[in-house]
């Protein structure tokens, strides 16, 4: 009946598996048992019968009888059952959710502090759960838990100090932002010495957003350490910024380098764009000529007119159809700041050519007047 795959295992008097998360709610756990919590816990056979509870329904006047359900456990992968209380609990909340959350700081019910046995409610339950923001939270700590056990386990001294009995660990995120910012003072002085020493350098800065959609601005320099006679290319840091104008990002670079100690009157600075770039320029100032232009934007309109579905499946077909052996499928999107994206786009336009005309002509025929004047028009353009 119980699942003993796990040679540590083993049931306790009362006969519940000693993994069971019965064992785990509502008191504070030790690292050990947060790792079993997420790692270990109990879940039960597909085989296992889980008790009934019977519940009086009202509206039919009558007694039914309701349990958990094993297919839940896939559904919800948080989810953990537990057979001592025959109740069910969310395996990250157990572990890492406060007592209290929400908006008048409510203690936590069930599911977290309390066993949930509502089956008739059990999946409205569950999907609400998912979406609260303490769960949230005990997620992004339980992965944090895992990654820094992870990083332990390849570090001997960080292993012995997480597994030592004192209290204070620096595991939450705000501990280890501030360990990492050192580490960032005591790099980046590092580095400044070096640049300073050189009394020559250059800046290699690119900006991205990054994934909450803010412009980071990643510095890097270029210099000779003077002890080794070695080129240096070293990162500095991200900064965020607003302004990516060609004004607002040479002041961010000069404020910066500035903030971080390094002299600015060395800076030996030539300005050039990467080579992808410069291609990319290349073929922007290209298509400033009309004809390009024009052919351009009209391969860019083709292939809006067979993202319909309709209209996608009748180009498809006539690839199928197509007695050339075409590896390309639909055609692609006409990117304005990726150059070769541009140059699939064409490429793949003219492999498709002969199908893409038969589709607009089959499309002519159509009896909606709209569709049919647009393919005839743009069969029109490309002959
Ligand atoms: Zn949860």
């Not at 039914?64 to 953990?80: C, G, S, V």
């Not at 890097?220 to 350490?225: E, G, L, Q, V």
Request: net charge neutral.
């Amino acid at each position: 009946m119980w699942n003993n795959t796990d040679n540590t295992e083993t049931e306790n008097e009362h006969n519940f598996n000693n993994f069971d998360i019965g064992f785990y709610f509502n008191r504070s756990l030790t690292d050990v048992e947060k790792e079993e919590v997420l790692k270990k816990i109990w879940k039960p056979e597909p085989t296992f019968e889980f008790p009934n509870t019977v519940i009086f329904s009202s509206k039919d006047k009558r007694s039914k009888n309701l349990k958990f359900q094993y297919r839940w456990l896939h559904t919800f992968p948080w989810l953990a059952y537990s057979a001592k209380l025959d109740g069910a609990f969310c395996t990250f909340c157990v572990a890492f959710a406060k007592s209290r959350a929400g908006i008048n700081s409510q203690i936590l019910g069930t599911l977290v502090r309390k066993p949930f046995q509502n089956w008739k409610h059990a999946m409205e339950t569950f999907k609400n759960h998912v979406t609260l923001q303490y769960h949230k939270q005990s997620v992004f700590d339980a992965d944090h838990f895992i990654d820094i056990k992870k990083t332990a386990r390849g570090n001997a001294s960080l292993k012995i100090h997480l597994e030592s009995s004192c209290n204070i660990k620096y595991t939450i995120p705000i501990s280890q932002n501030a360990i990492i910012d050192s580490c960032n003072s005591i790099l980046l002085n590092k580095i400044v010495v070096r640049v300073n020493e050189a009394k020559c350098f250059t800046v290699l800065v690119d900006e991205t957003a990054d994934i909450a959609g803010l412009e980071q601005v990643s510095i890097c320099i270029r210099y000779i350490d003077l002890k080794s006679y070695e080129l240096h290319e070293d990162f500095l840091q991200f900064v965020p910024t607003i302004d990516a104008s060609g004004k607002g990002i040479s002041r961010l670079i000069l404020d910066n380098l500035r903030k971080f100690g390094i002299d600015p009157q060395y800076l030996r600075a030539l300005y050039v764009h990467c080579s992808a770039h410069s291609s990319n320029l290349a073929v922007s100032v290209s298509c400033n000529v009309f004809q390009i232009r024009n052919c351009m934007g009209t391969i860019g309109k083709l292939r809006d007119i067979f993202v319909f579905p309709k209209r996608k499946s009748v180009l498809s077909k006539a690839i199928e159809m197509s007695e050339n052996n075409i590896s390309k499928k639909p055609l692609k999107r006409n990117c304005e700041t990726r150059w070769i994206e541009r140059y699939h786009s064409v490429s793949d336009f003219l492999e498709l050519f002969e199908c893409v005309e038969e589709a607009l002509e089959e499309i002519c025929e159509w009896d909606h007047t709209d569709t049919s004047n647009q393919a005839s028009a743009f069969r029109n353009s490309i002959l």
